[in-house]
Nanobody, 126 residues
Framework: QVQIAESGGGLVQPGGSLRLSCATS????????IAWFRQAPGKEREGVSC????????IYTDSVKGRFTISRDNSKNTVYLQMNSLKPEDTAVYYC???????????????????WGQGTQVTVSS
């Protein structure tokens, strides 16, 4: 049975940092593309970052380039999103998503991902 659980969200001041974690089970994580998405109130869910299986390639949406870093620890079956220099517009529920596996790339399209976590709230406010 596959399980995905995000954690690490919270309230942070502008300019601060957070590290989100996505703990998984039921996957051989290195075989899968993994992505982080976010959804702000009243807005559509958008892709933030993804990393392909075996970390062949990584993509970031323009608004987070240079501030966010996606990584994975296959030994812990965990994916991370390090978020630095946070801005109020980063406020959203952040979701971890995993694809069906064995692809050679990743994308920020929701339909590419089969498995989703429940999300963790990130609020950036002074």
């Amino acid at each position: 049975q596959v399980q995905i659980a995000e954690s690490g969200g919270g309230l942070v001041q502008p300019g601060g940092s957070l590290r989100l974690s996505c703990a998984t089970s039921g996957f051989t994580l290195d075989h899968h593309a993994i992505a982080w998405f976010r959804q702000a109130p009243g807005k559509e869910r958008e892709g933030v970052s993804c990393t392909a299986s075996r970390d062949i390639s990584t993509i970031y949406t323009d608004s987070v380039k240079g501030r966010f870093t996606i990584s994975r620890d296959n030994s812990k079956n965990t994916v991370y999103l390090q978020m630095n220099s946070l801005k109020p517009e980063d406020t959203a529920v952040y979701y971890c998503a995993i694809d069906r596996g064995f692809g050679s790339s990743c994308s920020l399209y929701m339909l590419e991902y089969e498995y989703w976590g429940q999300g963790t709230q990130v609020t950036v406010s002074s």
